[in-house]
Every structure is written in structure tokens, then in C-alpha cells.
């Protein structure tokens, strides 16, 4: 069964510092990788995508992918107390899957002020 | 504010009431998706549209029927629904299905009595 695996958290950060949240998946065809971010009684809201191996940078936020480890992860700079939230990894199955999306359980990030 | 728009916001009904939710985008997107999400959970697919055909049914009971009048809506009729269907539902799009990124509206929160 095709997986992706988050640690629930919650993970505490203080203000200021980086944020390091983790992703591995178990399909080895993947293809496409997104992290978004959710509120609690929000919707998901998309805050980066990554198709290929190494860093992919967006302001503060930087995620990196590694398929041969089969990881994907999220690195938040400067963390700001409006940064807590759940942070959903969803990765994109193969075509036998109709690419549809496989979610994590989601880590709960704390910023502390 | 996000570019899929979903009503309404809220919705209270009983097990024996018929009602719909409402999804529209206006991005030109040709994809469009319904979820379930109960708290602290991920998003669970129930629907996928592309191109204004019914492609992808997660065996959802035959309470929930989706609708995709045109390219820009999406519905999905509600009838005796049952408390464990109490969650929030999300409409999502993207270009294309497949490896794209997908964009959720806001969401309905759905109360069955």
C-alpha cells in the first residue's frame, strides 16, 4: 500500500529560528511532491510543489527532495508565530493511480513567541 | 481569498433533508475534486472530474452525488446523510488530473442532526 509518512508533532520551534518538517513516501514512481498548510478549521492551502532532486526556494520557505531516500521535506526560515499550523505532504502516485494524491497525517507546528 | 469558491460556509441539516454544495473556480482549470476531511485527519478523496466526466468515485456511499453541470461548477447533493457524515467538505481544481498542483476552496462545514 503507498504510503506517506509524517511525524505527527507537535513540533516546537521558537520564534525566529528554522523550521525542519520531514516527509518519506513509499513509491518509488512518484512523480510530484506538495506541502501545504492548514489552519485549524481552514482549508489546505498550497505553499510549495517540487518535481526534481535538490532545493526549491520560495521566501522563507525551501523544500528539498530527495527521491533516491525517498524523502521530501519543508524548511521554514525565521519562524513567525502566524507560521503555526498543520503541514500536510501530499505526494502524487503513479499513473496506475490516476496520479491522485497521497496525503501524510500532517505535522503540527508550534512557533513560540 | 481563494480562487475556488465554495458555498455555503456552513451547513446544519437533518438525516432526512436533501441539500447541495456548491463549488465554482474561474482559473480555466479542467479538474476538479471533492474530499471529506474530519478533524485532525487528511483530506480523504471522494470525486474527481476531468473535463466535465466523472473519472474517479473512492466508493463513496450513494448519499453523496456529485455534479459537474460545466467546466467552472462542481456540486454535490446531499440526502439522508448520517451523523458520521458530520465533517468538512472540500472542493479542489487543477489544469489538468495528474501531477498538478491542486488549489481547495474554503470549504463547507457540514453538521447532520
Known amino acids: 500500500q503507498k504510503e506517506v509518512e509524517q511525524n505527527s508533532g507537535p513540533l516546537s520551534v521558537p520564534e525566529g529560528a528554522i523550521a525542519s518538517l520531514n516527509c518519506t513516501y513509499s513509491d518509488r514512481v512518484s512523480q510530484s511532491f506538495f506541502w501545504y498548510r492548514q489552519y485549524s478549521g481552514k482549508s489546505p492551502e498550497l505553499i510549495m510543489s517540487?518535481?526534481s532532486n535538490g532545493d526549491k526556494e520560495d521566501g522563507r520557505f525551501t523544500a528539498q527532495l530527495n527521491k533516491a531516500s525517498q524523502y521530501v521535506s519543508l524548511l521554514i526560515r525565521d519562524s513567525q508565530p502566524s507560521d503555526s499550523a498543520t503541514y500536510l505532504c501530499?505526494?502524487?502516485?503513479?499513473?496506475?493511480?490516476?496520479?491522485?494524491?497521497?496525503w501524510g497525517a500532517g505535522t503540527k507546528l508550534i512557533i513560540k513567541p | 481569498d481563494t480562487e475556488v469558491t465554495q458555498t455555503p460556509k456552513h451547513l446544519v441539516m437533518g438525516m432526512t433533508n436533501k441539500k447541495s454544495l456548491k463549488c465554482e473556480q474561474h482559473?480555466?482549470?479542467?479538474?476538479m475534486y471533492w474530499y471529506k476531511q474530519k478533524a485532525k485527519k487528511p483530506p480523504e478523496l471522494m470525486f474527481v472530474y476531468s473535463y466535465e466526466k466523472l473519472s474517479i468515485n473512492e466508493s463513496v456511499p450513494s448519499r453523496f452525488s456529485p455534479e459537474c453541470p460545466n467546466s467552472s461548477l462542481l456540486n454535490l447533493h446531499l440526502h439522508a446523510l448520517q451523523p458520521e457524515d458530520s465533517a468538512l467538505y472540500l472542493c479542489?481544481?487543477?489544469?489538468?488530473?495528474?501531477?498538478?498542483?491542486?488549489?481547495f476552496g474554503d470549504g463547507t462545514r457540514l453538521s447532520i442532526l
Open positions: 482559473m480555466g482549470h479542467r479538474a
Open positions: 479542489a481544481s487543477s489544469q489538468g488530473e495528474g501531477r498538478l498542483p491542486q488549489h
Open positions: 501530499a505526494v502524487s502516485g503513479a499513473m496506475d493511480s490516476n496520479y491522485q494524491l497521497i
Open positions: 517540487i518535481y
